[in-house]
């Protein structure tokens, strides 16, 4: 039987901390447990976008229980499915807005459009949009292929991530090169062990207690695809909405242009999809920039259990800026890395603002677990290269600025950022508050990178690894910072 005891905190607007907790499945303690869960319900109880931003154009309604028929254009007659969206004539200054307490699980990837406003309407949680075609616990089409593993159709792109009743299991990968060959499901040992045969299109789950859809409230089957894509974006506002459940992108950005407003949201499991056939290494991040940002705000979000970064920007062309950027208000849980950011050689780096953001537990998360292939948890809180290397170049860094933020128990780096050591005086750091538990450390230093002097100073080196070095060596990042190892100021 289903265990009825499992919290769905998805269907209740109550701000409860167990039942957050409980949500994403992890029990680790910091010492900002009241700050956090102050953002936190901050976050999930705002209201809808309309109070936030004006809407100047038509307001395009979308609900699961709308119809196609509808014009779409008032809350009693909206439109249900993404193929309707997709024939909206939308001009700039359009909205559409998706209804509260709704699901909606897009088959493939949902492309943003240039000065349109994607947001919410109603009453009741923020609307969800999911990776996961459906709910598998409510399929009645498992088969038991042996005494433990049960199968089922998944004819999506590759599923690189399966979550239980709402994180209480999160499954691992087993999928190998040699899982294709026969017997391969004797692999499959332990409860929420999956790997899927995607030329086929079968899904193989460990489910010892039974038929899964007997066993669990919930099954989530994260496809190797996105959820919103944006390219050579501009004027795009992204509000109230809550993106969980796929193995590539919360959001791909790419070439943006200008001008995005993220803000508001819910992203949680994210990423895990491989990067090769050889099956070395993987990625995925909630929200990244590939080859330009300028004019970005990504604020007063909750980013939770990315596989590899949650906030992040990457290229490799030299004719892109990255301008105008604040991060500000945002709480991150359990990602394998917080913020990311490098790209080519020359290219400018002005007015990037992180301020007021919570990060906890950071390489805590899924993408961390050295037992699930292709693990990440090397990053840290900030993951960043903007320093010249070999006959690179490096970013052209006029201006960053680190303002006010937590850094709350993180299990590896805490600033992983190699620069140039002229590069120092463009960054602006202050008033970080970092709280180290001995306890939850997997790797033992704490900082890496922060160059002083290219001739003695190899790239990538690590240091501070114990309080001592740690307060003596924080400086090169920020003079001044509050610094706690296991509740006891150093």
Not at 398 to 404: G, I, L, M, N, P
Request: glycine residues 8%.
């Amino acid at each position: 039987m289903k265990n009825k005891q499992i919290i769905n905190v998805e269907q209740t607007n109550e701000i409860s901390v167990a039942k957050l907790r409980a949500n994403y499945g992890c029990p680790a303690l910091g010492y900002k447990e009241k700050e956090a869960d102050e953002l936190r319900a901050k976050i999930l109880l705002t209201g809808n976008t309309e109070e936030y931003y004006e809407i100047k154009g038509n307001k395009y309604y979308v609900s699961v229980n709308g119809d196609d028929n509808n014009n779409g254009l008032s809350p009693e007659t909206p439109i249900k499915s993404l193929d309707r969206i997709e024939t909206l004539e939308l001009q700039e200054g359009d909205a559409i807005l998706f209804k509260r307490g709704d699901v909606f699980r897009f088959a493939r990837t949902v492309e943003l459009k240039n000065g349109i406003t994607y947001g919410s309407y109603g009453e009741g949680v923020k609307p969800r949009i999911y990776g996961s075609p459906e709910n598998y616990a409510q399929n009645k089409t498992w088969k038991q292929t042996n005494q433990n593993v049960w199968e089922i159709e998944f004819n999506y792109a590759e599923a690189c991530g399966c979550v239980l009743d709402y994180s209480q299991i999160i499954g691992v990968n087993k999928k190998m090169i040699s899982f294709t060959k026969p017997g391969s499901v004797n692999n499959l040992t332990e409860e929420g062990d999956y790997f899927h045969d995607n030329e086929n299109g079968i899904f193989y789950l460990c489910s010892p207690k039974g038929n899964p859809c007997e066993v669990y409230e919930d099954i989530e089957i994260m496809p190797s695809t996105s959820i919103l894509t944006s390219k050579n974006g501009r004027n795009i506002v992204v509000d109230n909405l809550t993106l969980k459940y796929s193995a590539g992108f919360a959001l791909s950005a790419v070439f943006f242009k200008s001008n995005l407003k993220f803000t508001n949201c819910e992203t949680g499991f994210i990423g895990g999809l491989w990067t090769n056939k050889e099956r070395s290494n993987r990625f995925g991040n909630a929200i990244e920039f590939w080859c330009g940002a300028n004019d970005v705000e990504i604020s007063n979000n909750w980013f939770y259990q990315t596989y590899d970064s949650a906030v992040t920007w990457q290229g490799n062309v030299n004719t892109v800026t990255y301008k105008n950027i604040s991060y500000t208000g945002n709480l991150f849980e359990y990602n394998n890395c917080d913020i990311e950011f490098f790209d080519k050689d020359n290219v400018p780096l002005e007015n990037y603002v992180m301020a007021n953001n919570i990060m906890r537990f950071t390489s805590m998360g899924w993408g961390s677990r050295t037992y699930d292939g292709g693990m990440r948890g090397i990053e840290g809180c900030i993951r960043a290269v903007t320093c010249s290397r070999g006959e690179k170049v490096g970013m052209d860094l006029k201006s960053a600025y680190f303002t006010d933020n937590i850094l709350d128990c993180p299990a590896r780096q805490t600033i992983n950022w190699n620069i140039d050591p002229h590069q120092r005086k463009a960054i602006h750091a202050n008033g970080t508050k970092l709280y180290i538990k001995s306890e939850y450390r997997t790797l033992a230093p704490c900082l890496q990178g922060l160059q002083t002097d290219w001739s003695t100073q190899a790239y990538d080196r690590r240091f501070a690894c114990t309080p001592q070095e740690l307060k003596e060596n924080f400086p090169l990042f920020e003079d001044g910072a509050e610094i706690y190892w296991d509740g006891e100021k150093v």
